[in-house]
């Protein structure tokens, strides 16, 4: 067989390889194969309940904080209804879910401090989502706490940026157990303050893949469904 043809079947066959990779992993913003994926499934986002089996206003769609508890004054005239955010600046928007949302910055500014704190739910797991956006220093977090040994099992915070981005939180190990979801604002200079909104409220896909170097998973979200 002449050499020449062989370079060009190696280099259609290489080409054909690439293109097939990208067709297969062309959903997922990472680097890891579609071979490697453990699973994609769907989180159907219920809406947590306490152990009265009581649905919760955890994405304040009542327009009122119903249910949670505030110290300091970050929290007070929360709910924030509608895109405030676009209506301030052009380069940024809400991202919130339904209608109403939690934006510390929108009634008081950078300087206001203070809690948010739900009310007990129980676990139904393996996962659970929650807006959030904001300052990104550790003033400025979300926490899941553990009811029963008041221990915080996840902590996030915003990335200085008011766009709300979701989180999914891993609480399969957790299943049964009550938590609370805590909102702090404890930040008083720029970005001092905390978007958050629709915690679990929202059904989406999910992708999970190994991640070898912390002998754990990491997952995607693929889509909101
Ligand atoms: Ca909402």
Redesign the pocket.
């Given at each position: 067989m002449p050499q020449y043809f062989n370079s060009t079947l190696l280099a259609l066959g290489f080409a054909c390889l690439s293109f097939c990779f990208v067709l297969a992993d062309d959903k997922a913003p990472d680097t890891a194969s579609a071979l490697d994926r453990l699973n994609v499934g769907i989180d159907q986002g219920k809406t947590p309940k306490s152990r009265a089996d009581k649905s919760l206003n955890f994405?304040?769609?009542t327009g009122i904080l119903e249910d949670w508890t505030a110290t300091g004054d970050a929290f007070a005239g929360q709910p924030i209804q509608g895109d405030k955010v676009s209506a301030r600046r052009q380069d940024m928007r809400s991202e919130?879910?339904?209608?109403?949302?939690i934006g510390t910055f929108e009634k008081l500014g950078d300087t206001s401090t203070g809690t948010l704190t739900s009310p007990p739910f129980v676990v139904e797991g393996p996962f659970a989502s929650f807006l959030i956006g904001g300052g990104s220093d550790n003033t400025i977090r979300v926490e899941l706490v553990d009811m029963q040994t008041d221990k915080v099992i996840h902590r996030a915070t915003g990335r200085s940026t008011e766009n709300m981005r979701q989180v999914v939180v891993d609480l399969s190990s957790h299943k049964g157990k009550e938590l609370v979801v805590r909102l702090v604002d404890e930040g008083k200079a720029g970005w001092g303050h905390l978007n958050f909104?629709?915690f679990d409220c929202i059904q989406f896909a999910l992708d999970l893949y190994p991640n070898p170097k912390y002998n754990s998973y990491m997952m995607t979200i693929l889509s909101k469904v």
């Open positions: 994405d304040f769609e919130h879910q339904g209608e109403y949302w909104d629709c």
